[in-house]
């Protein structure tokens, strides 16, 4: 069997379904899990929910556990370059070949049955499947939008919830309310079962009420301070400085949640872990296109899609690169707040590049310059790759926008897909 062919069907078979096709629900999840034997419920599970930060927090978790010598599982969204990003096992992509076989069956059973399940329902199917085939112990599970309906939160119970940063995104299905949003989020706590939440969350009364009326212990993080000394970037937590491979200042509150989490599960649940795993897993840990720089081009690559993200990562540019001449490259989809995204970012002496990309809900570049009041330049997708080579090193570029733009850019650049870590020929 020709892995490649079939990897190729599995993912025609997941574009059939219509990528931005959601319906929010948890029946159509629950039947086919029971017809496979309900695997989600033999995983030890910590539940990860919020508006931005919720990746970073999974990736730190992951990286500590598998430092630890557990053999620990990942789940996260959306990918970059290929859909096996999305399942890890210790840092580790599921198979081409592997993803195949899982997400063929599995909508074989649902067919078979009259389910139809979203493409990211059949992908949640398939990792809760995975994962307990392969006999992990434990996973970090980051839901893909909102909370309470997401496909995620079929478990029903979990070592305890995580609810990160809460702000306004997708507010045409979670709700236009900082309160409305986070009562969705809120709905993956679990009667009696733990939750992290930094006492800084702009949802912390509605969270800290759903916990209250679930029994469930609310665990409140401190944030951490992020120092930035000759070019090297530290985390210091309760006094001790480590060093800290993600940049960011929102690490400060991410890192908080995780210093929290790890603090319950080490003294309460019986994982140990040393003191030497963390603070390898914090030097070595990388979240590809978060705020991922590149020194040897002087590149940044960072998927900013919503505004408080974009606020988080203008105070983290001046914070680190202060005085460096900024060239921004900066795509969009047409459903996000671009219009204060680009407020935010840009300052009337940076160099700016727009485009559009090979995506049906890309902004095009007309849409984005409705909006923008500093001067600009329109920039093809293929011309992107001697753009880079040719800049000067002197000069940061910064790579930012929708994560489709960023996934288009690194498949047409080569190089930097592979400095990037994204490269897995």
């Known amino acids: 069997m020709n892995t490649k062919i079939c990897y190729k069907e599995a993912v025609k078979i997941l574009t059939s379904r219509e990528k931005f096709h959601i319906c929010l629900g948890l029946d159509r999840v629950s039947s086919v899990l029971k017809l496979l034997g309900n695997p989600q419920e033999k995983l030890n599970i910590i539940h990860i929910a919020g508006t931005n930060g919720k990746g970073s927090v999974s990736k730190i978790l992951s990286e500590i556990f598998t430092y630890s010598g557990y053999k620990t599982g990942l789940y996260t969204s959306p990918h970059i370059i290929d859909y096996t990003e999305r399942i890890q096992i210790n840092g580790k ?12 069956d599995i909508c074989e059973i649902a067919k078979k049955n009259d389910i139809y399940l979203t493409e990211f329902e059949v992908l949640t199917v398939s990792m809760f499947k995975y994962f307990e085939q392969q006999q992990t112990d434990i996973c970090i599970i980051e839901t893909g939008l909102g909370g309470r309906l ?19 995104d997708h507010t045409e299905r979670l709700g236009e309310t900082i309160e409305a949003i986070a009562s969705e989020k809120a709905g993956i706590i679990k009667p009696g079962c733990p939750v992290v939440i930094s006492a800084s969350n702009r949802g912390y009364e509605v969270i800290k009420n759903k916990a209250e009326f679930l029994n469930s212990k609310i665990l409140i993080a401190d944030d951490v301070t992020i120092e930035y000394t000759d070019n090297k970037n530290y985390a210091v937590i309760n006094g001790d400085e480590y060093p800290f491979n993600l940049m960011g200042l929102w690490q400060r ?11 319950y599960l080490r003294d309460i649940e019986n994982y140990p872990i040393s003191e030497y795993a963390f603070s390898q897993a914090l030097k070595n840990v990388t979240w590809n296109c978060r705020f991922q720089y590149i020194p040897e081009q002087n590149i940044i690559i960072d998927g900013t899609h919503n505004p408080a993200g974009a606020l988080l990562l203008r105070e983290s540019l001046d914070f680190y690169f202060p005085d460096s001449e900024r060239i921004w490259i900066y795509g969009s989809m047409k459903n996000k707040n671009y219009s204060q995204i680009m407020k935010t970012l840009f300052r009337k002496e940076d160099s700016i590049y727009l485009c559009e990309f090979n995506h049906s809900g890309s902004a095009t570049v007309q849409d984005l310059e409705t909006k923008i009041t500093q001067k600009y330049k329109k920039i093809e997708i293929n011309d992107i790759d001697n753009f880079i080579k040719n800049k000067s090193k002197r000069s940061l570029a ?3 926008g929708s994560f489709y733009m960023i996934g288009e850019i690194l498949n047409l650049n080569s190089t930097l897909k592979k400095i990037a870590q994204l490269d897995n020929t």
């Not at 992509?93 to 063929?104: C, G, K, S």
């Not at 509150?253 to 603090?263: A, H, K, Q, R, T």
């Open 398 to 400: 910064l790579i930012s």
């Open 253 to 263: 509150e991410n890192l908080g949640l995780v210093s929290m989490v790890i603090d």
């Open 150 to 168: 997401d496909a995620t939160n079929i478990i029903r119970s979990n070592l305890l919830s995580v609810i990160t940063s809460i702000s306004l």
């Open 93 to 104: 992509p599921i198979t081409q070949n592997d993803f195949a076989e899982l997400i063929t």
